[in-house]
């Protein structure tokens, strides 16, 4: 079993920044591809942004492309979503999700585990 804990959201200013993290209890976390993705009420989980196990290819939406910045470190099985220049439209819930592949997905459907969110808002 896989597990995913989500941290480090909160409450900050538009054109603030904040770090998630996303802790995987899994030894063999290197073989994991990861994704963050968000939702709002009412609307469906979107995604947001992705790495591939090695950390070698990210992908981003176009919507967070420039702001945001994923990464990962394996040596703490723990994957980072840094978010830059918050905007009041980022405010959500943020998951991570993880998938037993090398390569990245867009689709929540794609991930196989997820965790439980951590809530950001930004206050205009």
């Known amino acids: 079993q896989v597990q995913l804990v989500e941290s480090g959201g909160g409450l900050v200013q538009a054109g603030g920044s904040l770090r998630l993290s996303c802790a995987v209890s899994?030894?063999?976390?290197?073989?994991?591809?990861v994704g963050w993705f968000r939702q709002t009420p009412g609307k469906e989980r979107e995604f947001a942004a992705a790495?591939?196990?090695?950390?070698?290819?990210?992908y981003y939406a176009d919507s967070v492309k420039g702001r945001f910045a994923i990464s990962r470190d394996n040596a703490k099985n723990t994957v980072y979503l840094q978010m830059n220049s918050l905007k009041p439209e980022d405010t959500a819930v943020y998951y991570c999700?993880?998938?037993?592949?090398?390569?990245?997905?867009?689709?929540?459907?794609?991930?196989?585990?997820w965790g439980q969110g951590t809530l950001v808002t930004v206050s205009s």
């Open positions: 999700a993880a998938r037993p592949s090398a390569s990245w997905g867009r689709r929540t459907e794609d991930y196989a585990y």
């Open positions: 899994r030894r063999t976390f290197s073989s994991y591809a």
């Open positions: 790495i591939s196990w090695s950390g070698g290819s990210t």
